[in-house]
């Protein structure tokens, strides 16, 4: 699967022979792709059973999509998509996130935005993004938001919030109204 470690290892091999200083300048891979590489052959060893990844491109490890499939909860049953992307300052900000499926939760809007602590590159509460954080910690982040992190009492959907607040069954409805028209 990553074909960037494969064409990193291979290259390290080829400039170790090579003597022309300009060949070393065109091969030479960023830090985050370096990380990158690491860090997507650990995720790929503890992935949550409930996620899938993806890379649409093998050689660019820095965009892949995250399925996460909830077995338990409001959500269970439906298949929510994220977009993931690693910014050149990667591990120094966090990864942008955005959910692609369409959902009523209180942590994530209709358009996409999500609101979970570690992907903030500044957190009053501590629990921010950090350069010892990795994609293992998104992903494991993203899962939860669908079981223990779902969080009612800090919401960026306010009006999913309050919707669970004053009817918790019609919220339930709703959202299998959503999973049943846009999480399938």
């Given at each position: 699967?990553?074909?960037?470690?494969?064409?990193?290892?291979?290259?390290?091999?080829?400039?170790?022979?090579?003597?022309?200083?300009?060949?070393?300048?065109?091969?030479?891979?960023?830090?985050?792709?370096?990380?990158?590489?690491?860090?997507?052959?650990?995720?790929?060893?503890?992935?949550?059973?409930?996620?899938?990844?993806?890379?649409p491109d093998p050689n660019k490890l820095h965009y892949f999509l995250l399925t996460v499939h909830p077995d338990e909860g409001y959500?269970?049953?439906?298949?929510?998509?994220?977009?993931?992307?690693?910014?050149?300052?990667?591990?120094?900000?966090?990864?942008?996130?955005?959910?692609?499926?369409?959902?009523?939760?209180?942590?994530?809007?209709?358009?996409?935005?999500?609101?979970?602590?570690?992907l903030r590159e500044h957190s009053i509460d501590g629990t921010g993004w950090a350069p010892t954080r990795t994609l293992k910690d998104v992903v494991w982040g993203l899962n939860s938001l669908f079981t223990d992190l779902l969080n009612f009492d800090d919401p960026l959907n306010i009006e999913a919030a309050e919707h669970h607040l004053r009817d918790k069954e019609d919220f339930r409805t709703k959202v299998e109204d959503y999973i049943k028209r846009y999480a399938r």
């Open positions: 699967m990553l074909t960037l470690a494969s064409k990193l290892k291979r290259d390290d091999g080829v400039k170790g022979r090579s003597s022309n200083p300009t060949s070393d300048s065109t091969r030479r891979v960023s830090v985050r792709d370096k990380l990158l590489v690491k860090e997507v052959a650990e995720l790929e060893l503890n992935l949550p059973c409930t996620c899938e990844v993806k890379f959500y269970q049953n439906g298949t929510f998509q994220f977009e993931i992307e690693v910014p050149d300052a990667y591990n120094m900000v966090p990864p942008k996130v955005k959910c692609l499926t369409r959902i009523w939760h209180p942590n994530i809007t209709e358009t996409g935005e999500i609101c979970l602590s570690l």
